[in-house]
Every structure is written in structure tokens, then in C-alpha cells.
């Protein structure tokens, strides 16, 4: 056991933020300085696996990209599986998918059918929550293929943009390590 753990305001702190990007308006909360530092990204994986664990977590599922910086670590630390939700066309067997609308336009994300046993209890794990169509496309997913989803973890959420309410209102809890106002 390491020195005690930073706190989730002490992680915040570690979260860089860089305006105007990808576009115009958009704050990015950019997580890199987080992880880049052992103590931030041992107590951000400490935080969540405390969290998964609670939620009786059997399988972590992580979505492409930073989902699975986080969520891979988590199951490890748990002693549980992982599960990769993909974009499209990157995993090498015939795939079960969901495409679900963006701002503008639409995406898609892939699993392994034969990645959760009939019932599982899959724990979601993302780096941020904006609108919430990435964690919805991705429980819809993996309900798809036989998990039972009742819990969702992030780092961050921008709580502005709806989406930890979207989820609970589609029966699934959320939890977050630290908000950041606006988009
Ligand atoms: P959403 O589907 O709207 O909840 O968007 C969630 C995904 O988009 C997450 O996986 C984030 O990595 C990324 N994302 C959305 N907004 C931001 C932001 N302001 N800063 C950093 N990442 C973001």
C-alpha cells in the first residue's frame, strides 16, 4: 500500500484544460497531465475500482480510447476481466454493433459477442461524460450481448451537458470522480 491516495479534488487539479479544441467553444478537459503523474493516475484507478467493487463488478468494460487507460486498470486491480468496446472495424471476428447518433452525423461501436457470460454484472468505465450518447450506445451494447448493466463509473463529468442524468434516467447509476462546469 502506497501513501494515502490524492482526493478527487486533488485529482482535478492534476486535469489540464485546453480551450478551443477539437473546435471552437469546446473546453477540453484533457487527462494526460492526469495520468501522466503515478500518484494521479493510481488514485483515479484506486477511486473507481473502490466504486466497481461496491457495484459488485464481474467484468469492466472500457470504451475506445481512454476508457480503456482506466477501465483495463480497474480490472486488474479487481482481479476481474475486460471488456473493449471498440470502433468500428477494429476487432478481428465477426462483431455485435450499435450505431447511435452524434451532433452531426452518426458513430458505431463493436464488442466480442462472446466477451460477457449470460447475466454478467459489466461495470462501465469512460474517462468523461458529456452528452452521455457513448456510455448509452455502450450499455445498450453489451446488454446486447447478455451483461447486466447497472453501473457506470467516469473521472469527469460535465454535468451541464446532461448525460449522468440521461444514464440514470435509463436506470443505470452514475458515479464521477469530479464536475467541470460548461461544455
Ligand atoms: P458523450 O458521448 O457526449 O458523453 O462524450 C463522451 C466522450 O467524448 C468521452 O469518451 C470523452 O472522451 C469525449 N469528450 C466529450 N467532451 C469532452 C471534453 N470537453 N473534453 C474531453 N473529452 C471530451
Do not use: C, W
Not at 478537459?29 to 503523474?37: A, E, K, P, V, Y
Amino acid at each position: 500500500m502506497s501513501a494515502q491516495h490524492l482526493s478527487p479534488q486533488e485529482l482535478k487539479a492534476l486535469v489540464r484544460t485546453v480551450p478551443d479544441f477539437p473546435q471552437p467553444g469546446i473546453q477540453f478537459r484533457d487527462i494526460t497531465t492526469l495520468i501522466g503523474n503515478h500518484r494521479g493516475m493510481a488514485a483515479s484507478v484506486h477511486h473507481l475500482a473502490e466504486r466497481a467493487a461496491a457495484a459488485g463488478a464481474e467484468k469492466i468494460a472500457g470504451m475506445e480510447a481512454r476508457g480503456f487507460i482506466f477501465g483495463a486498470a480497474v480490472a486488474v486491480q479487481l482481479g476481474i476481466g475486460f471488456v473493449p468496446v471498440r470502433k468500428p472495424g477494429k476487432l478481428p471476428i465477426a462483431t455485435i454493433g450499435i450505431d447511435y447518433a452524434l451532433e452531426y452525423g452518426t458513430d458505431r461501436l463493436e464488442i466480442d459477442p462472446q466477451a460477457i457470460a449470460p447475466g454478467q454484472n459489466v461495470v462501465m468505465v469512460d474517462d468523461l461524460i458529456a452528452t452521455g450518447g457513448t456510455a448509452l450506445a455502450s450499455a445498450e451494447l453489451l446488454r446486447m450481448a447478455g451483461a447486466q448493466v447497472s453501473h457506470a463509473l467516469f473521472v469527469i463529468d460535465l454535468p451541464d451537458l446532461g448525460g449522468a442524468e440521461r444514464l440514470r434516467a435509463a436506470g443505470i447509476a452514475v458515479s464521477t470522480l469530479m464536475e467541470f462546469e460548461g461544455d
